[in-house]
Structure formats: structure tokens, C-alpha cells
């Protein structure tokens, strides 16, 4: 079975600090992970993946196999960086289908 | 313009009543999906559709059904809601052949069974 954690349900960092937000996975084969972003009153959407090893908004995600981990980081965060992030998985090249966890909710201070 | 539809945005209704939530998407795709929606918990998926005439039950058990009878159309049913109803539910669809293909979400259908 996969399954995806989020540990943190809120985070709340100051403009101009890093921001982390965890994510750890379980399952047995070779997973495909993303992040995706809700802003306030705007639909889910994709953030990245790690497959593209790309930053995105200055976001980036590395996959660590070892930890099960794809943790989402930004060295400096802003304002509006203030969104519901989840962390998904996809567990098999013939499964469509997209695992959820049940999101951070970061709040960037001014 | 492509994109994904739900009807409606906000539906509150009587225990009991049979209630059909639209999704439509104008991208093309083969693969559409339902998830649930709750604060504080994961997203749920309910059901999900490879192609035209073609569906299958999700990881989370669910009492409602769809169809899939055409490409861009995927409604979801409620034949009785009950209380238990009470959720938010996203539609969203993904191209056919590419694996790493992300979902497009519609805005949501926010559902209240009184």
C-alpha cells in the first residue's frame, strides 16, 4: 500500500525566512512525488515534480529514496507563498491514480 | 478556452435527495478522477476513469457512482445524500500517454446535506 504524510498541518515563518515543509512516503517500488499548491479561492494545482528536477517559484524538492522523504523547500519565503501545499505520490508507471497527503498550510508574515 | 468544469460551486440539500455533481473538461483527456476533500485530511480519491466506458472504484469507500459516456463528461451521483455527504469534491483529469503528466483540477463542488 502507499501512503503519503505531511507532519505538519501549519506552518507560519516570517518573510525572508526558509520555509520546509515535510513529506515522507511509504511504498515498496519507485515512486513518482509532486507537490501541488492551493492559493486562497484558486483551484489545486501542480507546483513540480521531482522527475523534472526543477524550481519552481523558488521551491525544489529533492526525492531521498534512503529517508522515503520529499521534503519542499524555499531559501526565502514570500508573502505570497501563503497556500495549502499537498504532497502526492504516484506508486506505479501503470497507475495513473495520485496519492495525496493532508497538506500544510503555511502562512508567510509580514 | 481548455479547461476543466464543475458544476455547481455550492449545492445544500435535504437528507435523502439524489443529487448529480457535473464535470466536464474541453482538453481532451482520457483520464478523469473524483476526490474527496476535507480539512485536516487527505484528499480521497473515489473514483476514476481511464477512458469512455470505463470506471473503477477508488481507494476511499464511497456510496456515490459516475459515468463515463462520453470522453469529457464524468458526473458523479448521489442516489440518497445523508449528513455524511457533507465534503468537498474535486474533479480533475490527465492526459492519456504521459506518465508524469500532472492532474488540472476544476474549482470544486462544496456539498452540505442538511
Known amino acids: 500500500a502507499q501512503r503519503v504524510t505531511q507532519p505538519e498541518k501549519l506552518l507560519s515563518v516570517f518573510k525572508g525566512a526558509p520555509v520546509e515543509l515535510k513529506c515522507n512516503y511509504s511504498?515498496?517500488?519507485?515512486?513518482?512525488l509532486f507537490w501541488y499548491v492551493q492559493y486562497s479561492r484558486q483551484r489545486l494545482q501542480l507546483l513540480l515534480r521531482?522527475?523534472s528536477r526543477e524550481s519552481i517559484k523558488g521551491f525544489t524538492a529533492d526525492l531521498n529514496k534512503g529517508e522515503t522523504s520529499f521534503h519542499l523547500k524555499k531559501p526565502f519565503a514570500q508573502e505570497e507563498d501563503s497556500a495549502m501545499y499537498y504532497c502526492?505520490?504516484?506508486?506505479?508507471?501503470?497507475?495513473?491514480?495520485?496519492?495525496f497527503g493532508a497538506g500544510t498550510t503555511v502562512t508567510v508574515r509580514a | 478556452e481548455a479547461d476543466i468544469y464543475q458544476t455547481p460551486r455550492y449545492l445544500v440539500i435535504g437528507t435523502g435527495k439524489k443529487i448529480t455533481l457535473e464535470c466536464s473538461q474541453t482538453?481532451?483527456?482520457?483520464?478523469m478522477y473524483w476526490y474527496q476533500q476535507d480539512p485536516g485530511m487527505e484528499l480521497h480519491l473515489i473514483h476514476y476513469?481511464?477512458?469512455?466506458?470505463?470506471?473503477e472504484k477508488g481507494d476511499l469507500s464511497s456510496e456515490s457512482t459516475v459515468s463515463r459516456i462520453r470522453t469529457e463528461h464524468f458526473p458523479l451521483t448521489l442516489e440518497s445524500a445523508r449528513p455524511s455527504h457533507t465534503s468537498q469534491y474535486l474533479c480533475?483529469?490527465?492526459?492519456?500517454?504521459?506518465?508524469?503528466?500532472?492532474?488540472?483540477f476544476g474549482n470544486g463542488t462544496r456539498l452540505t446535506v442538511t
Open positions: 480533475a483529469s490527465s492526459p492519456g500517454q504521459l506518465i508524469y503528466s500532472p492532474l488540472h
Open positions: 511504498y515498496s517500488g519507485s515512486p513518482e
Open positions: 521531482h522527475i
Open positions: 502526492a505520490l504516484r506508486g506505479s508507471s501503470n497507475d495513473y491514480k495520485l496519492s
Open positions: 482538453m481532451g483527456h482520457d483520464k
Open positions: 476513469s481511464y477512458g469512455v466506458n470505463s470506471t
